[in-house]
């Protein structure tokens, strides 16, 4: 067969192919490229502390626009409102975010039967390795400044026990502290009580959360049609190797038929005459009577 495929028109038909997948190959990169989605670039200007009244609203939907935008709020914190959210990461070791819900001075009043008279909204504090290590947040008036975040997602058919949440999920935290709140939290970098920084035990460690990297999304059908060019490039290079390989049973053919079916030898020049005549016998002499 290797002779077949070296014949000049199957190696003219082989670049070909190989062209063709080559070019089937470059498709496929630029569908692949094009299957993964960026959202737009994290905006410089979520660094700017802005005060959070004016950021976000109480009871509105939380707009992705304001996610991971630094903001800073007057209130105070009620000891009697805090949970510890267990299983949080801080340099690989788990353990607990102290979350207190945070009493928003001049934040607007929700209205309604189930209303409180203050908005609250959720605070991580910091991060502690036990939860013997949590101590109450701090009184009096407070000046916070950290990220808000959305509030997450609660955990199905989890309960972590008095004092205990799975999640930072405003909206168990609602029916737990029984108050108002944002739809979201804010996660502490600094806390201060009349212009002096709020000091806490060595055991606490601060979050800084930084901004989380823009969300990539998957175009399906770009995917789809990357996996299609590169079936197509092989398909090109399976397509020669049929031809040859047909090719080169069609050359076995010839050469059977031209064996089998080749001219007579010398001693059968004659083919209806037999080759070796018996002789006549001569028949008994008839007497005469």
Excluded: C
């Amino acid at each position: 067969m290797l002779k077949t495929a070296l014949k000049p028109r199957w190696i003219a038909g082989l670049v070909f192919a190989l062209l063709l997948s080559a070019v089937f190959v470059v498709l496929s990169q630029w569908q692949l490229s094009r299957s993964t989605q960026h959202e737009a670039p994290v905006s410089s200007s979520i660094e700017e502390v802005k005060p959070l009244v004016d950021v976000l609203q109480p009871g509105q939907f939380f707009p992705g626009s304001v996610s991971d935008q630094m903001v800073s709020a007057t209130g105070s914190y009620d000891p009697a409102k805090q949970v510890l959210v267990e299983g949080r990461l801080y340099n690989g070791q788990k353990g607990f975010w102290i979350v207190s819900a945070f009493a928003v001075d001049n934040a607007p009043k929700l209205s309604g039967v189930a209303a409180s008279p203050k908005t609250w909204i959720p605070v991580a504090r910091g991060w502690v390795a036990d939860a013997s290590q949590a101590g109450p947040p701090p009184s009096g008036t407070i000046t916070l400044t950290g990220r808000l975040l959305p509030s997450e997602a609660p955990v199905p058919n989890v309960d972590a026990g008095p004092g205990r949440a799975s999640a930072v999920a405003v909206a168990e935290l609602i029916n737990v502290w029984d108050v108002s709140s944002y739809q979201g939290f804010v996660a502490a970098t600094s806390e201060v009580a009349d212009g002096v920084p709020v000091a806490t035990n060595d055991a606490v460690k601060p979050l800084n959360l930084p901004a989380q990297p823009p969300e990539q999304q998957i175009n399906w059908l770009n995917l789809f049609y990357s996996v299609e060019w590169v079936v197509f490039a092989g398909f090109a290079l399976y397509i020669w190797w049929r031809m040859v390989a047909d090719d080169y049973r069609r050359d076995l053919e010839d050469d059977e038929f031209d064996t089998h079916d080749g001219g007579f030898d010398d001693d059968n020049d004659h083919p209806n005459e037999p080759t070796n005549p018996e002789p006549q016998q001569p028949g008994p002499e008839q007497k005469v009577q």
